[in-house]
């Protein structure tokens, strides 16, 4: 395998790696919103118990009761929806740069090194403006 193949090979894989780190960063936030939903759901009902020990069963509580659940339900829904479009999106971006690196790996590893050299020179005039 030629150097160039290996290291179109590399940026296929170093795109990938991305991808799916991307993917576990929206699961993650799918999760935390799903645990931060439940728990103010939790805190909803405990005050609705408390609530119900003070007044009597009203329909309008019930009503409002079951209005939060379902604007809950409707967040949890939307959240879950949004991370699998974004999980599809980023899976077809994938697709396509491994199939761009496969195709065109000559300027595949010439704008893998371009952006390498940019992100080098941020850092570096990142650190002189700190030095200041």
């Not at 974004?86 to 065109?104: G, K, N, P, S, W």
């Amino acid at each position: 395998m030629s150097d160039l193949q290996k290291a179109a090979d590399q940026v296929a894989d170093a795109a990938k790696d991305k991808a799916e780190d991307i993917v576990d960063s929206a699961k993650s936030a799918t999760q935390s919103t799903r645990r931060a939903a439940n728990r103010m759901m939790d805190r909803a009902e405990e005050k609705l118990d408390e609530w119900s020990d003070d007044l009597e069963s009203h329909p309008r509580i019930d009503d409002l009761a079951a209005r939060a659940q379902e604007f809950a339900n409707r967040g949890i829904n939307y959240v879950a929806d949004t991370s699998q479009r974004a999980r599809r999106q980023i899976h077809q971006a994938t697709d396509a740069t491994c199939q761009y690196v496969q195709e065109q790996p000559g300027k595949s590893l010439m704008m893998a090194a371009a952006a390498g050299a940019a992100a080098a020179l941020l850092v570096i005039l990142a650190r002189g403006s700190d030095r200041r």
